[in-house]
């Protein structure tokens, strides 16, 4: 009597079992959660960046927030307060410290102790980010903040975490 392998159905089973669990470990990881994201700032969405300037302005040793216009995906934490109510499809504009460097790397003197950064390692128009917000841009960013954005008075927040997400 001869041996035989395992049947076509068993096979296709297992190939099945292995494609369903590395899609679901890529999804697990794409939501930009995390542990700091989470208890950061006022708010917390994930947004997707609508466009961003092909090189951020070279101001020599000038270390300033960029502001750039995002669609509001998800809410996870609404304003405490209640003053910005944002809800998926909103338009916001972010402002991220030294947006030229990657998030984790953009912590210094300049804003203290306080934690800042993230995960996001470049900026690019079209992708999702989550990130945990604050508002009153303008006294937050450390060093100024170039917002060419319009209208101006509408849904200014500054960036203090910022994380990829895959949606």
């Not at 338009?91 to 995960?119: C, E, M, N, T």
């Amino acid at each position: 009597m001869e041996a035989r392998g395992p049947g076509p159905l068993r096979g296709i089973a297992t190939i099945a079992l292995v494609a369903l669990s590395l899609w679901w470990l890529a999804k697990r990881g794409q939501t930009g959660a995390d542990e700091q994201i989470g208890k950061l700032g006022r708010l917390e969405v994930t947004a997707r960046l609508l466009e961003r300037p092909d090189a951020f302005p070279d101001l020599g040793a000038y270390r300033y927030t960029y502001v750039l216009p995002y669609q509001v995906i998800e809410v996870h934490r609404p304003d405490p307060a209640g003053g910005h109510r944002l809800a998926p499809g909103d338009p916001i504009f972010v402002g991220h410290y030294k947006p030229w460097l990657p998030r984790s790397a953009i912590q210094d003197g300049d804003w203290g102790d306080a934690p800042l950064g993230g995960r996001l390692d470049r900026f690019v128009a079209g992708e999702s980010h989550r990130m945990a917000l604050d508002y009153a841009l303008e006294d937050l960013a450390p060093s100024g903040a170039l917002d060419y954005c319009f209208p101006p008075s509408t849904n200014r927040f500054f960036a203090v975490w910022t994380n990829p997400a895959g949606f």
